[in-house]
């Protein structure tokens, strides 16, 4: 899948269903989001989705700060929308879960064209100028403002290379911060 479809695709849901709220348009599009509590040890499932008998389903593990439910939810619904017809995803280490899969670098893609606006980051980093900065004043991991560098490259933005270069499967190994009001600076 190419970066001029994932941003297409975002940009279209965006403008369907009225707002980039990632809790709002998985309810406007009728994803289930299911809420469980699975822990918050290195070994916890962070979140996964299941497409069955024409549902879509996005589990979500309820024991992790909202900001990083926030993360995990886009990059699910990106699984959901660029990858429905597969229908299983997980952040486990199973087999179908590996940090050279072409599906989790997508969806990372997707997570960060949903969530970061193009104008927002160029704004954090021209307010500081720091990449790691920039990232906490987006609550979002710095891998996944690494994803978004990538899309806004793509579209002709001149950005410096980000001090980071992401897995496909950070999200796995994101830290979870013990005081869920903390962020990721």
Not at 25 to 43: D, F, Q, R, Y
Not at 153 to 178: A, M, Q
Request: glycine share 4%; with cysteine.
């Amino acid at each position: 899948m190419k970066y001029e479809y994932i941003s297409k695709i975002v940009d279209k849901l965006k403008r369907r269903y009225r707002t980039d709220d990632i809790w709002q348009l998985c309810e406007a599009m009728k994803v289930i989001i299911n809420p469980v509590p699975m822990g918050k040890g290195s070994t916890a499932v962070k979140g996964f989705f299941i497409r069955s008998a024409r549902m879509k389903v996005i589990t979500i593990n309820s024991d992790l700060p909202e900001i990083v439910q926030r993360c995990i939810l886009a990059h699910e619904l990106g699984h959901a929308v660029l990858h429905g017809s597969s229908g299983f995803s997980t952040f486990h280490d199973t087999a179908l879960y590996d940090e050279s899969s072409e599906t989790e670098k997508e969806a990372n893609l997707f997570a960060a064209e949903l969530l970061m606006d193009d104008e927002k980051v160029l704004g954090e980093i021209n307010n500081d100028g720091t990449f790691f900065t920039a990232a906490a004043m987006l609550n979002v991991p710095m891998e996944l403002l690494d994803f978004k560098f990538r899309m806004m490259k793509w579209k002709g933005y001149k950005l410096v290379e980000p001090p980071v270069t992401s897995r496909n499967d950070f999200l796995k190994d994101v830290p979870i911060p013990e005081n869920h009001d903390e962020d990721y600076a």
